[in-house]
């Protein structure tokens, strides 16, 4: 299945998610380089909501761009298997190979805003993520690594202290606690 049907496919759980997934069909069928980088306006991406085994921790990095505890996740940078995105970027990011998709479907879909900022010396204009979210499970013992090219620092947390720890209010509010709350 490809990602236009997947998303077309795809149930939302809240209003946000309806009106994201819309976007993102819509942005799909009108800008054929929207799995690049290069179209500075929007681009996909793919997180990883990667919690423990009994369901009662999360894995974040503390990341360096966003200088806040958060998820996992990257650009998808013309890979339209964002599945494959996502479980690499965990890899990279945190040093984890063993986790597994709790399901092949989407978990989540958000729309995210970023600011402008220097990465490795070059300006990166504000612009959007459409970003799909999968579901993994990985053992909290697994030696965790730190890409200090992407993040200061990796942990578990349990759900409610992944709230506390962010310090990206929107993110807390609108997507990390939905997350949250579709785990349970």
Aim: net charge negative; charged share 30%; aromatic share 10%.
């Amino acid at each position: 299945m490809n990602l236009l049907n997947e998303i077309r496919s795809y149930t939302p759980a809240n209003q946000q998610e309806e009106y994201d997934r819309d976007l993102m069909i819509q942005y799909l069928l009108h800008n054929p380089d929207c799995l690049e980088r290069k179209n500075r306006i929007a681009h996909f991406t793919a997180s990883i909501w990667t919690i423990n085994r009994e369901k009662t921790k999360t894995l974040m990095a503390y990341h360096n761009i966003y200088d806040s505890w958060a998820w996992i996740g990257g650009h998808a940078d013309g890979v339209e298997d964002l599945r494959s995105v996502a479980l690499r970027e965990l890899q990279e990011e945190t040093g984890v190979s063993g986790a597994v998709l709790l399901s092949n479907e989407i978990f989540s879909l958000e729309t995210l805003t970023v600011d402008g900022h220097e990465k490795r010396g070059d300006y990166v204009p504000s612009h959007l993520h459409l970003n799909v979210t999968y579901l993994a499970e990985a053992d909290e013992k697994e030696t965790l690594v730190v890409n200090r090219e992407e993040n200061q620092a990796v942990k578990w947390w349990t759900f409610e202290e992944a709230l506390r720890a962010s310090s990206e209010h929107w993110m807390v509010e609108r997507i990390y606690r939905k997350l949250i709350e579709k785990c349970r």
